[in-house]
């Protein structure tokens, strides 16, 4: 059983740039969440993918979209960066969309906008 | 908007010493869970909470949920080095799927 990998593992782009964040969800699990992780703080929930559908979203603003395809896997798009985008992105994927549901997290992917 | 609390942000122990980080929430929370993040690496699952005053227990770690479903705590008996990291709670209101992060204790263990 493959765990939770998120690509890449660091990016640096400059302000008003677009960045692809990407993630393939552990096996046998159909739910993605993206949460966001500034220095020293706790993650914030970005929004959750269930089935290919957004399935609720946090506090973030549109410029913040994202996909999930047939595989499960999921994208985080990012549109005019700003400097307080850099951060640790985690996906965590779940068996499903219950509160229950525990949520496996990857390895993140730490993003510099400079 | 509904907030998880977590104090004390920061708790440094000699080895040995026990270690209690709380977690307090402005409503009523659906469940509670414990994450830790060792430094540089992501937040890794510890444990779920779900009815009220439940209490487990995994080795020298204890998790409880309070009565009104609004407070966590986790308590480390005799910490080691390897407890090392931050400890998240996060919950999830109104059995949503938004699952609120704490701020994290950041805990610190002298050998």
């Known amino acids: 059983e493959t765990g939770v990998t998120q690509s890449p593992t660091h990016l640096i782009k400059t302000r008003g740039q677009q960045v692809t964040l990407r993630c393939s969800s552990q096996s046998g699990h159909n739910t993605v969440s993206w949460y966001q992780q500034a220095l020293g703080q706790g993650p914030q929930f970005i929004f959750q993918y269930y089935r290919e559908e957004e399935n609720g979203r946090g506090n973030f603003p549109p410029r913040f979209s994202g996909l999930q395809f047939p595989n499960y896997s999921s994208e985080l798009n990012v549109n005019a960066l700003e400097l307080d985008d850099s951060a640790l992105y985690l996906c965590?994927?779940?068996?499903?969309?219950?509160?229950?549901?525990?949520?496996?997290f990857g390895p993140g992917t730490r993003l510099t906008v400079l | 908007g509904q907030q998880v609390m977590q104090i004390p942000q920061y708790q440094h122990v000699q080895e040995g010493e026990d270690f209690t980080t709380y977690c307090n929430s402005s409503t009523t929370l659906s469940n509670i869970q414990w994450y830790k993040q060792r430094p540089g690496g992501h937040p890794v699952f510890l444990i779920q909470?779900?009815?009220?005053?439940e209490v487990k227990k995994q080795k020298r770690l204890t998790f409880q949920f309070g009565e009104a479903k609004k407070n966590s705590s986790l308590h480390i008996t005799a910490t080691q080095t390897t407890d090392v990291g931050t400890y998240f709670c996060a919950g999830r209101h109104n059995a949503g799927n938004m699952l609120t992060f704490g701020g994290g204790t950041r805990l610190m263990v002298k050998p």
């Open positions: 909470l779900v009815k009220s005053g």
């Open positions: 965590a994927s779940s068996p499903g969309a219950r509160y229950t549901d525990t949520q496996y």
